[in-house]
């Protein structure tokens, strides 16, 4: 649990500094709520994470989550490695 606790809090640091592309919320529980900027980066962020053997649930079905997609927060080795998945994929 303290690790979970750990990766949770320096996951959240960096979607901070993700912004404006990314914002988080609901920040309770093992999970983050992650909103995208656009829709079309959502969907390209998707794929490029399934790939990248990194699975997140879309709320594309809610109609207030859009936007969204939710990610269960695990280690914080295996949240780097999310982390960096996620920058290459703006920085390109």
Do not use: W
């Not at 912004?19 to 995208?36: A, K, Q, W």
Request: hydrophobic share 40%.
């Amino acid at each position: 649990v303290k690790e979970v606790n750990l990766a949770k809090k320096e996951f959240v640091k960096f979607i901070r500094t993700m912004s404006p592309n990314l914002e988080s919320f609901n920040e309770n529980g093992n999970f983050l709520l992650v909103r995208v900027s656009r829709q079309e980066n959502k969907k390209g962020l998707i794929a490029y994470l399934e790939s990248s053997d990194i699975f997140v649930r879309d709320f594309s079905h809610s109609s207030l989550l859009l936007d969204c997609f939710r990610i269960t927060i695990g280690t914080r080795e295996q949240m780097k490695r999310v982390q960096v998945a996620i920058k290459k994929y703006f920085d390109k």
